[in-house]
Every structure is written in structure tokens, then in C-alpha cells.
């Protein structure tokens, strides 16, 4: 943990937004029902933010939710080097940790009932 620390200390600072798509010259329509996203990153110190919103795939429609993913070492808020902040559910979560009942519920339950965008 302190080499990841110490190796992202002493890189610069920087924001950077990688878009990526699908698409094909032979199969028509392939860019618009393919999945599709930007993710944006930002490191400051020894933090790293990756922001997306892709966060799955239902008839051949994308599924959103704003969602990012914080490796920190900030360890007095949080007991974990990494978390996810889902901004539309309004929740912060370890994705390293095992989830509770509750937590696989609300999980199921968004999945469930999203309709794809």
C-alpha cells in the first residue's frame, strides 16, 4: 500500500477522459446499439477517481447509474484503500467486501427493475 502511495505521490496531478465505442463499417447500426461510455479520471496526491456510468447490459440496451470508484488513503472516514460511491442511489459501498443481506437486496432490486436507457 505505501509503494502505491509513494509511486502516486509522485506522479503530477491530472484529469483525463476516455471515451470508447464500438463500431464497424460491415455491420450496420453497430455504434448506436452497442455499448458506449466515457470514463473519467482525475489523481490528486495519492488519490485516484475513476468516474463512469455503464454499469451493465439488458436487451441490447446500456444500463446507467453515475458511479465512481475512489482509491484513497484517507483511512479516518473509510476502513477501506478503495470504494464506490453510486451518486444515483445516493450509497458508498467497499466493492472489496463481501455485501450484507440489505445491500444484495437494494443491488438486486436496481438491477431488476432499471429499465435500459
Known amino acids: 500500500k505505501t509503494t ?10 491530472f484529469y483525463i477522459e476516455i471515451k470508447w465505442s ?6 450496420p447500426f453497430l455504434s448506436s446499439m452497442a455499448p458506449h461510455d466515457t470514463c473519467k479520471i482525475w489523481k490528486f496526491g495519492s488519490k485516484v ?4 456510468s455503464l454499469v451493465g447490459w439488458k436487451n441490447l440496451k446500456c444500463k446507467r447509474r453515475n458511479i465512481s470508484f475512489i482509491f484513497h488513503d484517507d483511512y479516518s472516514k473509510y476502513d477501506s ?19 450484507d443481506e440489505d445491500e444484495i437486496r437494494a443491488v438486486t432490486i436496481d438491477l431488476v427493475q432499471t429499465k435500459p436507457i
Not at 502505491?4 to 496531478?13: E, T
Not at 477517481?49 to 463512469?52: E, Y
Request: proline share 5%.
Open 49 to 52: 477517481r475513476l468516474d463512469t
Open 81 to 99: 484503500d478503495l470504494i464506490m460511491v453510486n451518486h444515483s442511489k445516493k450509497m458508498i459501498v467497499n466493492p472489496l467486501e463481501y455485501p
Open 4 to 13: 502505491i502511495n509513494q509511486a502516486l505521490s509522485s506522479l503530477n496531478d
Open 22 to 27: 464500438f463500431t464497424s463499417s460491415i455491420i
